[in-house]
T-cell receptor, first 112, second 116 residues
Framework: AQSVTQPDIHITVSEGASLELRCNYS??????LFWYVQSPGQGLQLLLK??????LVQGIKGFEAEFKRSQSSFNLRKPSVHWSDAAEYFC??????????FGTGTRLQVFP | ETGVTQTPRHLVMGMTNKKSLKCEQH?????MYWYKQSAKKPLELMFV???????ENNSVPSRFSPECPNSSHLFLHLHTLQPEDSALYLC???????????????FGEGSRLTVL
């Protein structure tokens, strides 16, 4: 079955610290992978996506993610977190159909 | 105009009311989606419209009735809802390429629904 697992429900980091949010997926074909961010009261905004090619993907706001097929993972990273990065982050997987499957999300809290 | 616009942003209704949520996309996309977002649960895909045709109904109760009159507009008609239907309802659109999948979803800001 197709699924996305985000094992960390809630992560707290200090401003300026590095960040890694984990995402594991199960998908029967070549996956398309996405990271979205949701600020309170807002919709979801795309941070980055992987379709093919270079497995290290750069996104907006200084985020990057690395696709590791052998580990079925697509972890999101940022070298130095800013207070404005506090939000909920969703990993999603899709393929050659017209729907995406989302994880349950990771809530990021940033302390000054 | 923003890419995907949802109205109303907030809606409170009783269980016997009938109301509708509206979504409009200004991106020229060919697919539109309704998602339900409840606390501590994954985003639940409710309906997919591809080229105005419904291609997905994810076992949604009949008290939710979607309508897609054209590729830019999507409605969710609500009637006799239950308190557990209280949630954030998100609309999204994308440009589906046959054989290449949904691509990127563009989301609206959501309609926060409270059922009393």
């Amino acid at each position: 079955a197709q699924s996305v697992t985000q094992p960390d429900i809630h992560i707290t980091v200090s401003e300026g610290a590095s960040l890694e949010l984990r995402c594991n997926y199960s998908y029967g074909a070549t996956p398309y992978l996405f990271w979205y961010v949701q600020s309170p009261g807002q919709g979801l905004q795309l941070l980055l996506k992987y379709f093919s090619g270079d497995t290290l993907v750069q996104g907006i706001k200084g985020f990057e993610a690395e696709f590791k097929r052998s580990q079925s993972s697509f972890n999101l990273r940022k070298p130095s977190v800013h207070w404005s990065d506090a939000a909920e982050y969703f990993c999603a997987v899709g393929g050659n159909t017209d729907k995406l499957i989302f994880g349950t999300g990771t809530r990021l809290q940033v302390f000054p | 105009e923003t890419g995907v616009t949802q109205t109303p942003r907030h809606l409170v209704m009783g269980m016997t009311n009938k109301k509708s949520l509206k979504c409009e996309q200004h991106l020229g996309h060919n697919a539109m989606y309704w998602y339900k977002q409840s606390a501590k649960k994954p985003l639940e895909l409710m309906f997919v419209y591809n080229f105005k045709e419904q291609t997905e109904n994810n076992s949604v109760p009949s008290r939710f009735s979607p309508e897609c009159p054209n590729s830019s507009h999507l409605f969710l008609h609500l009637h006799t809802l239950q308190p557990e239907d209280s949630a954030l309802y998100l609309c999204a659109s994308s440009q589906v390429v046959i054989g290449s999948g949904t691509g990127e979803l563009f989301f609206g800001e959501g309609s926060r629904l409270t059922v009393l």
